[in-house]
């Protein structure tokens, strides 16, 4: 298949056909951006991760309007709690308490939910998953292989949690994947650049990254 896009990025030009191409956004859920949510719960501020709003919601535009396939996804769990790993529950955030969002990751609940400004829209994909990375118990593999997916723009976060386990998920499975680096987030900038430089190092091992306005300034000319 011919590629008819060339986007300058390390650890060299990334090369997708818009085609076989899709639009990931991970976890930009209230629980991930808004306070009181699972994100707070562990720790964290999750003002870095609210500030990628409006760099993610461009992007997605552009991919709107190229008519990408576009996959959101949702980390999160069973109202009942089943399918929630005894050692992940134990590790804190609160799963399945009552938080000023409702029920912390819990599926159906406000907080679960992706946040105004980027709700999807007919014909993009919503996946739930239970875990940081977006094959796992999910149908996404079966969902690329019959969109006849090859390559992977990924943005969302935490880059350094569910973005990097996804991309690495992805890589193995023979996917290409351009990571935006500032469409993603970290609780912590140095985790969120330390993951930049796992994924572009030894020859892009995992994959590829650079700033989305390469990537809109290839796409919009
Ligand atoms: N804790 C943390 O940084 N992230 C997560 O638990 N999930 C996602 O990254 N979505």
Not at 80 to 89: G, M, N, R, W, Y
Request: hydrophobic residues 35%; negative net charge; contains cysteine.
């Amino acid at each position: 298949m011919t590629k008819n896009y060339k986007v300058q990025a390390k650890p060299y030009a990334f090369e997708f056909d818009i085609e076989s191409t899709a639009l990931m956004i991970i976890d930009m859920q209230r629980d991930f951006l808004y306070p009181g949510g699972f994100g707070e719960k562990l720790g964290n501020d999750v003002s870095t991760t609210n500030a990628i709003i409006p760099s993610v919601q461009k992007v997605l535009e552009t991919a709107r309007e190229k008519n990408m396939l576009v996959i959101h996804t949702r980390e999160g769990h069973r109202p009942d709690l089943t399918d929630v790993p005894a050692s992940k529950a134990k590790r804190g955030g609160g799963i399945g308490e009552q938080g000023p969002m409702g029920r912390i990751l819990v599926r159906g609940e406000y907080g679960h939910d992706i946040v105004d400004e980027l709700q999807p829209i007919e014909n993009e994909v919503v996946l739930d998953k239970p875990g940081k990375g977006a094959f796992y118990q999910t149908d996404l593999e079966s969902i690329l292989r019959n969109r006849n997916i090859k390559s992977l723009i990924v943005t969302g976060v935490t880059t350094h949690v569910c973005v990097q386990t996804t991309i690495r998920e992805a890589n193995d499975r023979g996917y290409e994947c351009l990571m935006l680096e500032d469409c993603c987030a970290a609780f912590d900038q140095k985790d969120h650049d330390d993951s930049i430089r796992m994924i572009n190092q030894q020859g892009g091992i995992f994959g590829w990254t650079t700033p989305s306005d390469y990537l809109l300034k290839e796409l919009n000319q």
